[in-house]
């Protein structure tokens, strides 16, 4: 018997790429994510999280080149444990895991044109 190879090698790349959009989306509401963000996160890294003029060694989160380039579990994973050392408290002890990937997905938006 001859499968159809293409088809169904297609169908099940769909279906990795829907699952995996389907996760990421979710995981975190960028809504409820603004409301911690500016609560827990503006006094450092500024409203649009570009870093504060004052901080010039900060992430700048409205840059889509930078964040590109960082998986959402590196991200989530400085947010839960901190920079140790560098001055980003770590929020595993007060955020909630759903409150942790939330405000990532807010931050996510700041760098969307
Ligand atoms: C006291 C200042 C301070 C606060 C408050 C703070 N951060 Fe940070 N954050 C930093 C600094 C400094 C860095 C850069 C050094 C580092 O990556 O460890 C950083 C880095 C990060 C990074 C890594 C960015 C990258 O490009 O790798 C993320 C994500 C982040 N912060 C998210 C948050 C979130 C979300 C909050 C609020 C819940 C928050 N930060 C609150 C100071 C802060």
């Not at 995996?20 to 989306?25: A, H, K, L, V, W």
């Not at 050392?85 to 942790?100: I, S």
């Not at 997905?105 to 969307?112: P, Q, V, W």
Request: net charge positive; with cysteine; hydrophobic share 35%.
């Amino acid at each position: 018997m001859h499968w159809p190879i293409g088809l169904l090698a297609g169908s099940t790349l769909a279906f990795l790429l829907l699952a995996q959009s389907g996760r990421s989306e979710s995981r975190g509401d960028a809504k409820l994510g603004k409301m911690i963000y500016v609560k827990n996160c503006v006094s450092c890294h500024g409203q649009k999280g570009d870093g504060l003029s004052f901080r010039p060694h900060f992430p700048n989160f409205a840059d889509s080149k930078i964040m590109a380039a960082k998986t959402d579990q590196e991200l989530f994973d400085k947010i839960s444990n901190g920079g140790k050392g560098t001055g980003m408290p770590a929020w595993k002890k007060v955020l909630t895991e759903q409150d942790r990937w939330n405000v990532l997905a807010y931050i996510r938006t700041l760098s969307n044109p």
